[in-house]
C-alpha cells in the first residue's frame, strides 16, 4: 500500500452490446485467467435467458434492478477496542455496494451445482430482481447483524 497518495480509480470502458459500465464491471469479475470472450458469452447468455424468462425485454433493466435489491447500505466491520473485538456498524460506499453485489450474485450462481454458469446466473438475476434469491438473502443478513450490533456504532472512526 502506498504512503504517498490513493491510487487513482481507473474509468471502465462500457460494453459494446448494451454500452453499460455496470456489465463491463460484472463480466470484469466474472472473467477468470483473461479469458474475456468466454467470460461476455456466459453474461449475455444469461441476459438473454433473462428477457425469455421475465415479460420485460430490456435485460439491462431487470439486471440494474437486481444489483439494487442486493446492494448492502450497511456492514459490520471489527474493531479492537481495549482488547476486545467489536463488529461495528458501519455505512458501506457506492462503489463498494456494487461490488459486495455483483459479488454476491456471482457466488451464489457458481454455488448452484447441476447446471451451467448461463443458466444459474439468470436464475439468479430473475429471482433478485424480484426480492429473493440467495444474495438477497445475504444482504439481509448483512443488515441483521448490522441492526444487532448497533449498540457498538458509538467505536465507529
Known amino acids: 500500500m502506498s504512503r504517498r497518495r490513493q491510487a487513482d480509480r481507473r474509468k471502465l470502458a462500457p460494453d459494446p452490446q448494451y454500452n453499460s459500465e455496470l456489465v463491463t464491471k460484472f463480466i470484469n469479475m466474472i472473467m477468470k485467467c483473461g479469458k474475456r470472450s468466454v467470460a461476455e458469452r456466459v453474461v449475455y447468455g444469461a441476459f438473454e435467458k433473462v428477457v425469455a424468462k421475465t ?11 437486481a444489483v439494487d435489491n ?3 447500505k450497511l456492514e459490520v466491520r471489527s474493531r479492537r477496542v481495549g482488547g476486545a473485538n467489536y463488529q461495528v456498524p458501519v455505512e458501506v460506499s457506492t462503489d ?3 461490488t459486495m453485489a455483483l ?3 456471482i457466488d451464489y450462481s457458481a454455488g ?4 451451467t ?3 444459474s446466473l439468470a436464475e439468479e438475476i ?3 430482481s424480484s426480492g429473493q434469491g440467495d444474495a438477497v438473502k445475504k444482504r439481509d443478513d448483512t443488515h441483521k447483524m448490522a441492526q444487532a450490533n448497533r ?3 458509538h467505536y465507529r472512526w
Open 96 to 98: 463498494r455496494q456494487i
Open 112 to 115: 448452484r451445482k447441476g447446471r
Open 103 to 105: 459479488r454476491w450474485m
Open 55 to 65: 415479460e420485460n425485454k430490456n435485460a439491462l433493466e431487470v439486471f440494474s434492478k
Open 117 to 119: 454458469m448461463t443458466d
Open 126 to 128: 430473475v429471482a433478485a
Open 151 to 153: 449498540a457498538f456504532a
Open 70 to 72: 442486493i446492494r448492502p
